[in-house]
């Protein structure tokens, strides 16, 4: 086979790459836009990735750094019975399957003055305290032993929401996560 006819062959089996070297450029520049493009939102999304795990370190440790604020709390809480008069109420709602209505609308009197005595007792609280009080009351709840499965769930819904019940700020408790 002569030198021509392997060159017509070459070009048969590769035509854009030898006839038009330009095209063959412009495709590799194509191809490394694309590459850097997506090299870049790769970095970004493990960029955002690092940024919610070191929030959630910052998160943790402050909370763990401040033991005199814990116990603060945990004067205050006992101070107050560990929120009783709320652990009843919670306990009641979930058996009765209880309601999200505000404290002043409450049908049944009975309801009524448990709420009351509970957001007396949750008002006595520091701001900051209130939280750790309504999972202390479900925590006494729980190691009672009395509720369990449905009842228990209903109960944590329930103390979630106690404090806008009582129209108190924090508006609303994470109970869940650091009660189990």
């Known amino acids: 086979m002569s030198s021509a006819e392997k060159r017509k062959t070459q070009m048969k089996r590769f035509p854009v790459y030898h006839h038009n070297s330009q095209f ?15 090299a870049a939102a790769a970095l970004l999304g493990l960029l955002a990735l690092a ?22 709390c945990r004067e205050q809480i006992q101070r107050q019975q560990n929120l009783r008069n709320c652990q009843r109420y919670l306990q009641q709602q979930a058996r009765g399957g209880g309601s999200d209505v505000p404290m002043i609308t409450d049908p ?16 006595n609280l520091n701001e900051q305290c209130r939280c750790e009080g309504v999972r202390e009351a479900v925590r006494q709840q729980r190691e009672q032993g009395e509720m369990q499965g449905e009842e228990m769930r209903e109960m944590m819904q329930q103390a979630e929401n106690l404090p806008s019940r009582c129209n108190l700020s924090p508006r609303r408790c994470q109970i869940q996560a650091s009660v189990f």
Do not use: F, S
Not at 108 to 123: D, K
């Open 24 to 38: 063959y450029h412009q495709h590799q520049r194509l191809t490394m836009a694309k590459l850097t493009i997506l």
């Open 108 to 123: 049944n009197p009975h309801q009524q003055q448990q709420l009351r005595q509970c957001c007396e007792q949750l008002e």
């Open 51 to 72: 940024q919610a795990t070191r929030t959630t370190i910052t998160t943790t440790v402050v909370e763990e750094d401040n033991p005199g604020q814990q116990q603060r």
